[in-house]
């Protein structure tokens, strides 16, 4: 079996509900559907959301990629050859999410040649995965009525809070709030997307200690070295590397070296394979791990599940599941729905990830 077509399809969808954090703000989704074809007739599909704010990636960085250098790489190749098309594309430096989609494509390829879905191959561990529900910037009293209802409504019992705000006064009281609010039975950590510095993160896990607090990603910015490194030696709790560590090597350096105690894993940028050795380096060195959200949609979401659920350790947290709920639609056949507070894994071949056709000629942007 053969790649014979490399598709880099882009489209727009509304957010219902923009996203604001402190590194950024999404008000639509703009994101790449790319396909692999095969000569046998399969085809392979995964969601690319390029990420200007955090990765430097666009549209048209990726659709570019994938029309020249990296079509190269893939056209005329055998879909189960991973390690060649990685090899190949890892010539280039960055771009993760372009190389993240091409992995779970062929993953995608390789799970319909076999029969078996994705899911199975990678390890089978459980059918679905508790939800992690990301609250964006918004007033105080927005913020808890907001967890309220996802709690409510999609019985979701974990929350991560996006702060990083000053003054710092806003996000302790908002921290505060919530945890009044949701009682104490609700799991709360919270990520700055490298909005304070070390030591206002520090002021923030010193008035926010009595809140039982599980986690602190990307508190501050960890290429300023020491500052991360005399935090994360003072908290109490694990200090998460989410964007500082967006490949298997800065995962590595930033536990080794002691930037980070524990790391998010989204399959949105290191794929299956590369999640896959993340995970397994975690597991070896005993940190924990979170499946994060790259603000997914449902066909995003539905790698990140495949995966978090192969997986005893990575299927031992909640994962970050709901972003695809701010958005007014999806070009996805089969809706994910978040039932007493679970995603299940989806069945069928391959990944289960599946398009619909109408709907993709309704955002695609290359085309009318
Ligand atoms: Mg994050």
Redesign the pocket.
Known sequence: MKITEVEAIPYRIPMRKALHFASGEVHAIEHVLLRLTTDEGLVGTADIPPRPYTYGETVASVTGLLRGLFRDALVGTDPFARERVHERLNRTVGNPTTKGAIDIALWDLAGQAVGRSVHALLGGYTDRLRVSHMLGFDEVPAMVDEAQRYRDEYGIDTFKVKVGRRPLALDIELTRALRGALGPDVELYL?A?RGWTATEARQVLDATADLDLTFF??PDDAAEVLGRRWLVRLSRIPIVA??SAPSLGDAAREIQTGGASAL?IKTARTGFTESAKILAYAEAVGVDVLM?NQIDTQLGSTATVVFGAAFAYSARRAAELSNFLDMADDLTVRPLSIVDGFVAVPDGVGTGIEIDPDKLAHYRLDEE
């Open positions: 990520d997307n990603e990307e989410d964007e998010s994060g």
